[in-house]
Nanobody
Framework: QVQLVESGGGSVQPGGSLRLSCAASGTIFSIYVMGWYRQAPGKQRELVASITSGGIANYADSVKARFTISRDNAKNTVYLQMNSLKPEDTAVYYC???????????WGQGTQVTVSS
């Protein structure tokens, strides 16, 4: 059974930084495209960034130049470094295997990111 465990969220002021981690188990992590998604209150879940098994990254326009996705295949972990955070980045952040534009496995519990002054 696949488990995705996100961590690293918190409350920060605008302009601050956070680093999210997602540990995956029960799957052959290293060969899959992985994604970070977020869901703000009252909004649909959206893809923030994705990364291929070889490390090629793609980003939503709203986070380009501010967020960096990376992965450590040996640790079955994917990361999201978030800099220059804005209030509109406030959401619950999730990771998942990214297939055909959406998450493939059951969602984990996510990690809350709150950006507020």
């Amino acid at each position: 059974q696949v488990q995705l465990v996100e961590s690293g969220g918190g409350s920060v002021q605008p302009g601050g930084s956070l680093r999210l981690s997602c540990a995956a188990s029960g799957t052959i992590f290293s060969i899959y495209v992985m994604g970070w998604y977020r869901q703000a209150p009252g909004k649909q879940r959206e893809l923030v960034a994705s990364i291929t098994s070889g490390g090629i990254a793609n980003y939503a326009d709203s986070v380009k130049a501010r967020f960096t996705i990376s992965r450590d295949n040996a640790k079955n972990t994917v990361y999201l470094q978030m800099n220059s955070l804005k209030p509109e980045d406030t959401a619950v952040y999730y990771c998942n295997r990214h297939v055909n534009g959406r998450g493939y496995y059951s969602w984990g519990q996510g990690t809350q990111v709150t950006v507020s002054s």
